[in-house]
Each structure stands twice: as structure tokens, then as C-alpha cells.
């Protein structure tokens, strides 16, 4: 049995290529010719495609590049901890490579480094400033609408793939990561094409489509380790089942892929466990300077489980529980912490999916509609119930990674259920979703009573109305049904767009940010923070106390920046961020988010800058990047992003001194600044000694100790 979006394939007689079935349809004459100019065809897309089609793509992408640029400096440089590896990875081609925090080479960031090439050539050709970082995350977010778009065209009607890309550009989370400089942009493109090559693959059982796939999964997991893999299972069982080749063939080009994947994600990782140790950067988040341990345990195993070495505390345990990152369980992607975030068209994906595979459900095995629904559909359902039951480290913002299969499930149910809108289950399913969309939206709107509130009623109304209209679609006029399906698609993203907007309109900055207005997240899950602490304030909305900054601040201090950082309340025991970037050693606010820098401690540190390798060092990465970015110079994080890794340990550190390598210690900063660094205590240890031996300098509110000065005695 086939259908206009399931055609023959090759091997059963069907076009060369399998697909599109438009292949053999004869071209309108002139329209779309190789002769014919390249602006032309452009404008023009495919010859048997309606005139709009092609327009309204190039104007989705338009329209998605100039809302992500919009005010893109206001978030200065964003996470300073990445924006700091960026600038080191300018200067120093060592520092490129490995991923390192400064151009001294003393420790990395704590992932691969392939999120932060693009932003390190950018700022080799047009300098350090906020654009060069963030400008690349934008045109990487515009690439993943183009590439969810053409992997829904492609099966189903454009207009279909137009909702696509509109729901993936208006998701909230995903207005936020694409202009911000986290690993998690090129880890939503990249398993964007993973999951368009292996349907590509489906198509016609061509072997290249899977062994690109398998690249695409490789250098994902040099963006994020792991995460990458996520979507092995089901990518790897469709083909498996689906595609049109005998199965020993299947099972050949599976290996294939898999040789693939491990040769694109693997031979930087083969550089870095055989370069000798002494003379590369420390692994930062390790415990042993092994990359291996990092991607299998903090950033692996320790992410499931909440075991988590050197991490500053894990989350729910088991089926529901509450930890310092939220709570876990089958519903906390709806939850008060994450729904504003990802979820405003979660239900009508599920329904749509649903439908999909109730609608393919008699189709032969290759069916590559039926294949469609299963790659992009398993892939959201695997990484949400990855992410919703993880017990370690669990960030908001993670979940952009569901918003390409979410808007791919819901571009390709609406286009299926549409055509179909002349059987009533079709009809009646699809204004079931409108509903859905609706409802939640209407839910997740009120959980935020003082944004807008008018428009909550307005999604809930207008969802209804067209809900009753599309109920009837297939025996409506034509213009009467489209009116319907018009009015249903505005409610269903009138919210995310909304929050999308307020998400634009404000910079963000720190480890830790969020989507939407004011109170559209709150830590704990329902409203409580860790350890019962009420939800509310800005930042994390209400986590950890008085709330994490982390939306609408500042951007920290740095060339043409200076003086401009992040004020810190919030982390228990952790005070206002001050000059040095902590307010009281050990607290979370130099942890998370960086330090103002004054004109007056970035003199201090430039004075003589060029005879030291380090300027200066300081316990985390957050504080020492601030100076970093305001300097340009190289500042040695102490212990990595935590201040609890044991890089440097106290005989690294005081050789170095010896050496005359590092000018100044920053006083305050990370964990170990107060709390022992660690399982070792090395950043304690190195405090200590430095604070009993040197000289202090004192720059309005920041402490110095310059380490070419003992004090007498």
C-alpha cells in the first residue's frame, strides 16, 4: 500500500532516487532551468513547486536571522567561561586545539572543544567583541531551521516544513542557546543532520547518507560528549528495520556508520590521551587528567546517576525526586522549572506522532513517511526521558536539544493530518492537538499571571474556535478550513512566541540562563527551591534563595566593556559579587557567574603583562575569565570551573611562582576558595600558601597577593 508520501522505491519500480516523487514530473518551461540565472533560481526553488513555496523559506530564514541578531551585544560575552577558552583559542593555536581556558595552556574547559572553533576563527578575523562570539550560535540556529525544514519538505508538503522551522525558531529555549556560547547550538544542529541523513539514508539505501550521519554524531560528541549519543538507539534501529537494502547489507552499512562515528568523534580524543601530559593542558573536570574519565564519568555516567566527582551537587534520585538541579520524573519537561522552556507543543507533538504512526501504521517496511515519524519522533522521546529522569547536573537550557525533533513532529503530523482532513479521525485528531496546544499554552501562560495577561485568554479562545472549525475541515470550503488552520496555528504558537520575544529583548549572561519573562522557570520543579526554599526572583527565578543571575544582567567586564559585570546574589553562602568576584570565598556567585573587573585592577594586572605567562591566577574559571576577558591577557584558572579540580597542585603552583610565570592571585573564587578545592583540598592548599607569603594589594574591593613580593620574615 503506498500513498502520495510514500512512493515506490527504486528497487520496487518507483524514481531513481526514490524521492521526491516530483523527480519525473516534467519541469514548467524556463521555470527553474541550469540556464537560467542563479538569482533566479534561487527566488524560484523547484520548477513543480507553487511560486510561494520558495519564498517563504528564504523569508523564514530571513526572518529567523534578523530576530536572533536583534540586540545580539547585550549579552556582552555571555557565558564568560567559553567566551574566555574563545579568546585564548585566538591567540594560541596550542589553546585551539585543546579547548584551553587561557593561552598559557594550564587546563581546558570542560568539554571538547569542536562549539568553540567557529567562535575562535570568528574572533581571529574580526577581534574580541560580543558579535564575533555570538554571531556564529545565530547562524547556526538559522542553519538548523533550514535543515528541519528540508528534512520535512522533503516527505511532506512545504507548507508543512514551514511550520517546521517556525516552530523550531519561535521555541524559547531555542531563541536563547542560538545566541548564546554554549556547546549546545552546534549539538542541536548536528543531530539536526544526523536525523536528516538517516532518512536521506532510508530513502534509497545509499551507504554515504549513513556514513554522513555517523560524522554528523562524531563531531556532536566533540561538541558535548555523550549527549550526542543519545539518539544512537533509534536511528540505529529504523535503518536497521526500514531501509530498502537486504538485511546483511544493512547490517555492512551500520558498521559503516559506526567506523564513521568513531573516526570523526575519535581521533581528537586518541591526540589527547596519547600527547604527553607534561606538555599539554590539564583535562578540566577531571580528577585525573583523562579525557576518558571526563566523558564516562562527570560528564557521563555522573550525569545520570548524580555521581558526580568535583560537581557542586546532584539531582532527584529515582522516580521523582528533588535535588539541587531540579526534580526528576516522567513529567519534568512540564514542570514549573522546564515547561516554559521547551514544552508548549510538547502535547501536540505526542498527538501528532501518535496519529502518524496510527496513519503508516499498514505501510510496507520501507515506508520512509513511517521511517520519518520513527527518526525524528524517537529522538525526542529517547532524549526526553533521558533528561527527565537524570539525577546529576541538569541545566534548562538543555533542552534545546528537543526542539528540532519536537518541531519536526509537529510540522510532519499537521501536514499528514491535513491532507487526510477528510477522514474524521484526520479532522478530529488534528483539532485535538490545536486543543492540546492551546490548553497548555493556556497553563503555562497563567504560571506567569503578570505577563501578558490578556493573551492567555486569547490562546484559549482562538485554540477552541479553530479547533471546532478544523473538526469539520474536510467539509468546509477550502478558505473556510485554511482560515481555521490559520487561526489554530497562531493560538498554538502566540505563547512561545511571546516568550520568545521577551527572551530577545534582554541580554543574557552567567552559567546558568533561562527563556522567557520573569518567573518563567523556577528551580525545584513546582515552584520550591532546593532545601524548600520558595520559588521567585530573577536570574534562576528562585532557585538557591534569592535566585542566580543569569537573564538581564550586565555583560562582564572586557575590551570596551570594562567595569560593566554581573552582580551575584543567590547561592547559599555566596554573597554579591564584587571586583573579585566572589562575595566571600567559597560562594557560588564567582562560581557561576564572572566578576567586575574595574579600570583600576585591569591597569593593575596590564602593568608589565608581557614578562609573565599568567598575569594572574585564581580559584574557577568564572573570576579568572573575567580578568582574562578584560586584560586579554592569560589568568590561570585554579582548579577549573569548580576550583575542585587538583590542577595545579600546591608544588605545580609554587614552581611556577618560582619561575616568575605568574604575577598576581585573585583573593576569592570558586568552590575551593573556601571549602577545601576539592577532594584534594588543592585550592585551599594554594590560598594558604599564597595568603601567608605575598604581598597583599588592595583595588577598591578586590584583593591581590602579587607573587613576586614575600612578605618580610
Same mark, same amino acid.
Given at each position: 500500500?503506498?500513498?502520495?508520501?510514500?512512493?515506490?522505491?527504486?528497487?520496487?519500480?518507483?524514481?531513481?532516487?526514490?524521492?521526491?516523487?516530483?523527480?519525473?514530473? $516534467?519541469? %514548467?518551461?524556463?521555470?527553474?532551468?541550469?540556464?537560467?540565472?542563479?538569482?533566479?533560481?534561487?527566488?524560484?526553488?523547484?520548477?513543480?513547486?507553487?511560486?510561494?513555496?520558495?519564498? /517563504?523559506?528564504?523569508?523564514?530564514?530571513?526572518?529567523?536571522?534578523?530576530?536572533?541578531?536583534y540586540?545580539?551585544?547585550?549579552?556582552?560575552?555571555?557565558?564568560?567561561?567559553?567566551?574566555?577558552?574563545v579568546?585564548?583559542?585566538?591567540?594560541?593555536?596550542?589553546?585551539?586545539?585543546?579547548?584551553?581556558?587561557?593561552?598559557?595552556n594550564?587546563?581546558?574547559?570542560?568539554?571538547?572543544p569542536?562549539?568553540?572553533?567557529?567562535?575562535?576563527?570568528?574572533?581571529?578575523v574580526?577581534?574580541?567583541?560580543?558579535?564575533?562570539?555570538?554571531?556564529?550560535?545565530?547562524?547556526?540556529?538559522?542553519?538548523?531551521?533550514?535543515?528541519?525544514y /528540508?528534512g520535512?519538505?522533503?516527505?511532506?508538503?512545504?507548507?508543512?516544513?514551514?511550520?517546521?522551522?517556525?516552530?523550531?525558531?519561535?521555541? $524559547?529555549?531555542?531563541?536563547?542557546?542560538?545566541?548564546?556560547?554554549?556547546?549546545?547550538?552546534?549539538?542541536?544542529?548536528?543531530?539536526?543532520?544526523?536525523?536528516?541523513?538517516v532518512?536521506?539514508?532510508?530513502?534509497?539505501?545509499?551507504?554515504?547518507?549513513?556514513?554522513?550521519?555517523?560524522?554528523? #554524531?562524531?563531531?556532536?560528541?566533540?561538541?558535548?560528549?555523550? =549527549?550526542?549519543?543519545?539518539?544512537?538507539?533509534?536511528?540505529?534501529?529504523?535503518?536497521?528495520?526500514c531501509?530498502?537494502?537486504?538485511?546483511?547489507?544493512?547490517?555492512?552499512?551500520?558498521?559503516a556508520?559506526?567506523?564513521?562515528?568513531?573516526?570523526?568523534?575519535?581521533?581528537?580524543?586518541?591526540?589527547?590521551?596519547?600527547?604527553?601530559?607534561?606538555?599539554?593542558?590539564?583535562?578540566?573536570?577531571?580528577?585525573?587528567?583523562?579525557?576518558l574519565?571526563?566523558? &564516562?564519568?562527570?560528564?557521563?555516567?555522573?550525569?545520570?546517576?548524580?555521581?558526580?566527582?568535583?560537581?557542586?551537587?546532584?539531582?532527584?534520585?529515582?522516580?521523582?525526586?528533588?535535588?539541587?538541579?531540579?526534580?526528576?520524573?516522567?513529567?519534568?519537561?512540564?514542570?514549573?522549572?522546564? +515547561?516554559g522552556?521547551?514544552?508548549?507543543?510538547?502535547?501536540?507533538?505526542?498527538?501528532?506522532? %501518535?496519529?502518524?504512526?496510527?496513519?503508516?501504521?499498514?505501510?510496507?517496511?520501507?515506508?520512509?513517511?513511517?521511517?520519518?515519524?520513527?527518526?525524528?519522533?524517537?529522538?525526542?522521546?529517547?532524549?526526553?526521558?533521558?533528561?527527565?529522569y537524570?539525577?546529576?547536573? &541538569?541545566?534548562?537550557?538543555?533542552?534545546?536539544?528537543?526542539?528540532?525533533?519536537?518541531?519536526?513532529?509537529?510540522?510532519?503530523?499537521?501536514?499528514?493530518?491535513?491532507?487526510?482532513?477528510?477522514?474524521?479521525?484526520?479532522?478530529?485528531?488534528?483539532?485535538?492537538?490545536?486543543? %492540546?496546544?492551546?490548553?497548555?499554552?493556556?497553563?503555562?501562560?497563567?504560571?506567569?499571571?503578570?505577563?501578558?495577561?490578556?493573551?492567555?485568554?486569547?490562546?484559549?479562545?482562538?485554540?477552541?474556535?479553530?479547533?471546532?472549525?478544523?473538526?469539520? /475541515?474536510?467539509?468546509? $470550503?477550502?478558505?473556510?478550513?485554511? +482560515? /481555521?488552520?490559520?487561526?489554530?496555528?497562531?493560538?498554538?504558537?502566540?505563547g512561545?512566541?511571546?516568550?520568545?520575544?521577551?527572551?530577545?529583548?534582554?541580554?543574557?549572561? +552567567?552559567?546558568?540562563?533561562?527563556?522567557?519573562?520573569?518567573?518563567?522557570?523556577?528551580?525545584?520543579?513546582?515552584?520550591?527551591?532546593?532545601g524548600?526554599?520558595?520559588?521567585?526572583?530573577?536570574?534562576?527565578?528562585?532557585?538557591?534563595?534569592?535566585?542566580? $543571575?543569569?537573564?538581564? =544582567?550586565?555583560?562582564? +567586564?572586557?575590551?570596551? =566593556?570594562?567595569?560593566?559585570?554581573?552582580?551575584?546574589?543567590?547561592?547559599?553562602?555566596?554573597?554579591?559579587?564584587?571586583?573579585?568576584g566572589?562575595?566571600?570565598?567559597?560562594?557560588?556567585?564567582?562560581?557561576?557567574?564572572?566578576?567586575?573587573?574595574?579600570?583600576?585592577?585591569?591597569a593593575?594586572?596590564?602593568?608589565? %603583562?608581557?614578562?609573565?605567562?599568567?598575569?594572574?591566577?585564581?580559584?574557577?574559571?568564572?573570576?579568572?575569565a573575567?580578568?582574562?576577558?578584560?586584560?586579554?591577557?592569560?589568568?590561570?584558572? #585554579?582548579?577549573?570551573f569548580?576550583?575542585?579540580?587538583?590542577?595545579?597542585?600546591?608544588?605545580? &603552583?609554587?614552581?611556577?611562582?618560582? =619561575?616568575?610565570?605568574?604575577?598576581?592571585?585573585?583573593?576569592?573564587?570558586?568552590?575551593?576558595?573556601?571549602?577545601?578545592?576539592?577532594?584534594?583540598?588543592?585550592?585551599?592548599?594554594?590560598?594558604s600558601?599564597?595568603?601567608?607569603?605575598?604581598?597583599?594589594?588592595?583595588?577598591?574591593?578586590?584583593?591581590?597577593?602579587?607573587?613576586?613580593?614575600?612578605?618580610?620574615?
Open positions: 500500500m503506498t500513498t502520495q508520501y510514500d512512493p515506490p522505491t527504486a528497487q520496487q519500480g518507483g524514481p531513481a532516487a526514490g524521492w521526491p516523487p516530483h523527480a519525473a514530473t $516534467p519541469r %514548467a518551461p524556463g521555470a527553474g532551468e541550469p540556464g537560467q540565472p542563479f538569482a533566479r533560481r534561487l527566488w524560484r526553488g523547484r520548477a513543480e513547486d507553487p511560486r510561494w513555496v520558495r519564498p /517563504a523559506f528564504l523569508g523564514l530564514l530571513t526572518a529567523t536571522l534578523l530576530l536572533y541578531l540586540d545580539l551585544s547585550a549579552s556582552g560575552y555571555a557565558n564568560s567561561f567559553y567566551s574566555a577558552a579568546q585564548a583559542g585566538s591567540t594560541s593555536w596550542k589553546a585551539f586545539f585543546f579547548g584551553s581556558l587561557d593561552a598559557g594550564a587546563i581546558t574547559v570542560d568539554k571538547p569542536a562549539s568553540l572553533w567557529p567562535m575562535e576563527l570568528s574572533v581571529r574580526f577581534g574580541l567583541h560580543s558579535w564575533a562570539i555570538l554571531a556564529p550560535e545565530v547562524l547556526m540556529g538559522v542553519a538548523a531551521v533550514a535543515v528541519v /528540508a520535512v519538505r522533503r516527505r511532506f508538503s512545504p507548507a508543512a516544513g514551514l511550520i517546521a522551522g517556525a516552530v523550531l525558531a519561535l521555541t $524559547p529555549v531555542a531563541a536563547l542557546m542560538f545566541r548564546f556560547n554554549n556547546p549546545d547550538a552546534m549539538l542541536a544542529l548536528l543531530m539536526s543532520v544526523a536525523c536528516y541523513l532518512v536521506r539514508a532510508v530513502e534509497d539505501g545509499r551507504t554515504k547518507w549513513l556514513v554522513w550521519a555517523g560524522v554528523a #554524531i562524531g563531531f556532536a560528541f566533540l561538541a558535548k560528549t555523550l =549527549q550526542a549519543f543519545l539518539i544512537l538507539p533509534p536511528l540505529a534501529l529504523v535503518y536497521a528495520v531501509a530498502p537494502v537486504p538485511l546483511k547489507k544493512r547490517l555492512g552499512q551500520l558498521a556508520a559506526t567506523l564513521a562515528l568513531v573516526v570523526s568523534g575519535g581521533w581528537w580524543v586518541a591526540v589527547v590521551e596519547l600527547w604527553p601530559a607534561s606538555s599539554r593542558p590539564y583535562v578540566g573536570g577531571s580528577q585525573n587528567n583523562s579525557f574519565e571526563l566523558t &564516562f564519568g562527570y560528564n557521563g555516567l555522573g550525569r545520570l546517576n548524580g555521581d558526580e566527582t568535583g560537581s557542586v551537587g546532584g539531582g532527584g534520585r529515582g522516580g521523582g525526586g528533588t535535588g539541587m538541579w531540579g526534580e526528576t520524573g516522567w513529567d519534568r519537561m512540564f514542570n514549573s522549572e522546564i +515547561g522552556q521547551i514544552s508548549w507543543l510538547l502535547p501536540s507533538a505526542l498527538i501528532l506522532l %501518535a496519529a502518524g504512526l496510527v496513519a503508516t501504521r499498514r505501510l510496507r517496511r520501507t515506508s520512509v513517511t513511517r521511517a520519518s515519524f520513527l527518526v525524528w519522533g524517537g529522538s525526542l522521546l529517547t532524549t526526553m526521558a533521558v533528561f527527565s537524570m539525577a546529576g547536573i &541538569f541545566h534548562q537550557y538543555y533542552t534545546v536539544a528537543l526542539a528540532p525533533y519536537l518541531a519536526a513532529v509537529t510540522g510532519m503530523g499537521a501536514g499528514l493530518l491535513w491532507e487526510r482532513r477528510r477522514e474524521p479521525w484526520a479532522s478530529v485528531t488534528l483539532a485535538a492537538s490545536v486543543v %492540546a496546544a492551546a490548553a497548555w499554552g493556556y497553563v503555562l501562560l497563567h504560571r506567569t499571571s503578570g505577563y501578558l495577561p490578556w493573551l492567555r485568554w486569547l490562546v484559549l479562545i482562538g485554540g477552541l474556535a479553530a479547533a471546532f472549525g478544523l473538526v469539520f /475541515a474536510g467539509r468546509l $470550503p477550502r478558505r473556510l478550513a485554511l +482560515g /481555521a488552520a490559520a487561526v489554530g496555528l497562531v493560538a498554538a504558537l502566540a512561545p512566541t511571546a516568550y520568545t520575544l521577551s527572551t530577545l529583548a534582554e541580554g543574557h549572561t +552567567g552559567s546558568i540562563v533561562t527563556a522567557g519573562p520573569a518567573g518563567a522557570s523556577v528551580m525545584g520543579g513546582r515552584g520550591r527551591g532546593p524548600g526554599a520558595p520559588g521567585g526572583g530573577d536570574g534562576m527565578r528562585g532557585g538557591f534563595g534569592g535566585g542566580m $543571575p543569569g537573564r538581564n =544582567q550586565p555583560p562582564q +567586564g572586557g575590551p570596551g =566593556q570594562q567595569g560593566r559585570g554581573q552582580p551575584g546574589n543567590g547561592f547559599p553562602g555566596g554573597g554579591r559579587t564584587g571586583e573579585g566572589m562575595g566571600g570565598a567559597g560562594g557560588a556567585g564567582g562560581l557561576l557567574n564572572g566578576a567586575n573587573v574595574s579600570s583600576a585592577a585591569k593593575l594586572l596590564e602593568e608589565n %603583562a608581557s614578562r609573565y605567562t599568567w598575569v594572574a591566577a585564581s580559584v574557577g574559571s568564572q573570576n579568572s573575567s580578568y582574562q576577558l578584560a586584560t586579554g591577557d592569560p589568568v590561570m584558572a #585554579i582548579g577549573g569548580n576550583g575542585t579540580d587538583p590542577s595545579p597542585t600546591l608544588a605545580e &603552583f609554587e614552581k611556577y611562582v618560582a =619561575q616568575g610565570r605568574i604575577h598576581y592571585f585573585i583573593d576569592g573564587g570558586g568552590m575551593g576558595g573556601g571549602r577545601g578545592g576539592g577532594s584534594s583540598g588543592t585550592a585551599s592548599r594554594i590560598s600558601w599564597v595568603q601567608s607569603t605575598f604581598k597583599k594589594v588592595t583595588v577598591g574591593s578586590a584583593t591581590f597577593y602579587d607573587l613576586t613580593r614575600r612578605v618580610s620574615g
